[in-house]
């Protein structure tokens, strides 16, 4: 079943990245099984979960290679709502979910319309930015 929505903040730094749990959320809209993590605003989608996990991890993966190749990482989780800190140990922190019910149009229509689970998923940020 799922767990409360509300982030903890689990951190696990190693060497270059930052290990951290974040709320995401499963949904299904039009026929589609959606992935999406409101604190990053990113989706991934498709035909099964299978699909829409590895479409997540896809999506993910651009955001974080396209916002390090034009240096605007740190600006694009600030604008998000995230939390920056200079400390190595816990640089960064996400809005909390009550936070993002109110800033985040897309996570507010699928809060307000679809049922769906809440898992914490754990992702990998790069720290040397």
């Given at each position: 079943m799922a767990k409360q929505?509300?982030?903890?903040?689990?951190?696990k730094s190693e060497r270059d990245n930052l290990n951290m749990n974040l709320p995401v959320i499963l949904f299904e809209e039009d026929g589609s099984q959606i992935v999406y993590c409101p604190a990053l605003d990113i989706a991934g989608y498709g035909n099964n979960l299978d699909e829409a996990k590895e479409s997540f991890k896809i999506s993910l993966g651009e955001f974080?290679?396209?916002?390090?190749?034009?240096?605007?990482?740190?600006?694009e989780?600030?604008?998000?709502?995230?939390?920056?800190?200079?400390?190595?140990?816990?640089?960064?922190?996400?809005?909390?979910?009550?936070?993002?019910?109110?800033?985040?149009?897309?996570?507010?229509?699928?809060?307000?319309?679809?049922?769906?689970?809440?898992?914490?998923?754990?992702?990998?940020?790069?720290?040397?930015?």
């Open positions: 929505a509300e982030f903890r903040g689990d951190y974080f290679k396209y916002t390090l190749n034009k240096n605007t990482f740190k600006s989780l600030s604008r998000m709502g995230w939390t920056l800190r200079k400390s190595k140990y816990k640089p960064m922190h996400p809005p909390e979910m009550s936070k993002l019910l109110n800033t985040n149009e897309n996570f507010n229509r699928i809060f307000n319309n679809f049922p769906f689970q809440k898992i914490d998923q754990n992702i990998s940020f790069p720290v040397n930015v």
